[in-house]
T-cell receptor
Framework: GAVVSQHPSRVICKSGTSVKIECRSL??????MFWYRQFPKKSLMLMAT?????????EQGVEKDKFLINHASLTLSTLTVTSAHPEDSSFYIC????????????FGPGTRLTVL | QQQVKQSPQSLIVQKGGISIINCAYE??????FPWYQQFPGKGPALLIA?????SEKKEGRFTISFNKSAKQFSLHIMDSQPGDSATYFC????????????FGSGTQLTVLP
């Protein structure tokens, strides 16, 4: 199946700093990528949908100035958590849809963010 | 109307038994129903998916049963193994929404050796 990678897998940062998470589709082109947040023992919460070359669409309640998303190419999307605070600590997961409109979303391995 | 309801929240099965997880939806515009398996600290992995034009799909030990009239679908894991212990999520998507997935709340499956 299609492979999606995320980097870093784990990051610890101090409060007030910014953190960038990369999501790459390794063996396919992804017109659309999604960013999710997951709390312990909870389901995935969609944060935003990003399409290559255009601005991301954020879900209600997600601060677009805090969670900056860039989808500069068909294989790379980035999520930057700006001025991170302890309440931003979470498991962030990206997914990618294959180019051509197929229905399957392939997920990355996730990034564990801890803000001290 | 966008919700997908999943049950049970947790499930304990003996090795070799059948695990059954159920999901129900309201929005008849949903036309794609995948199941994902997630291990702790990992991203979800696609297990199997179905469209409403078929009532059942089988891949190895995993089977999806789909009841369009009842707006329900279920995952059956035959001959459950300890390695199947994970959290399982059902999901649904529709055209025209960038194929965003609406997830169920998840089922934590434990298969006892």
């Amino acid at each position: 199946g299609a492979v999606v990678s995320q980097h870093p897998s784990r990051v610890i940062c101090k409060s007030g700093t910014s953190v960038k998470i990369e999501c790459r589709s390794l063996d396919f082109q992804a017109t659309t990528m999604f960013w999710y947040r997951q709390f312990p023992k909870k389901s995935l919460m969609l944060m935003a949908t990003s399409n290559e070359g255009s601005k991301a669409t954020y879900e209600q309640g997600v601060e677009k100035d805090k969670f900056l998303i860039n989808h500069a190419s068909l294989t790379l999307s980035t999520l930057t958590v700006t001025s991170a605070h302890p309440e931003d600590s979470s498991f962030y997961i990206c997914s990618a849809r294959t180019h051509g409109g197929t229905d399957t979303q392939y997920f990355g391995p996730g990034t564990r963010l801890t803000v001290l | 109307q966008q919700q997908v309801k999943q049950s049970p929240q947790s499930l304990i099965v003996q090795k070799g038994g059948i695990s059954i997880i159920n999901c129900a939806y309201e929005n008849t515009a949903f036309d794609y129903f995948p199941w994902y398996q997630q291990f702790p600290g990992k991203g979800p992995a696609l297990l199997i998916a179905i469209r409403p034009d078929v009532s059942e799909k089988k891949e190895g030990r995993f089977t999806i049963s789909f009841n369009k009239s009842a707006k329900q679908f279920s995952l059956h894991i035959m001959d459950s193994q300890p390695g199947d212990s994970a959290t399982y999520f059902c999901a649904a998507s529709m055209k025209g929404s960038a194929r965003q997935l609406t997830f169920g709340s998840g089922t934590q499956l434990t298969v006892l050796p």
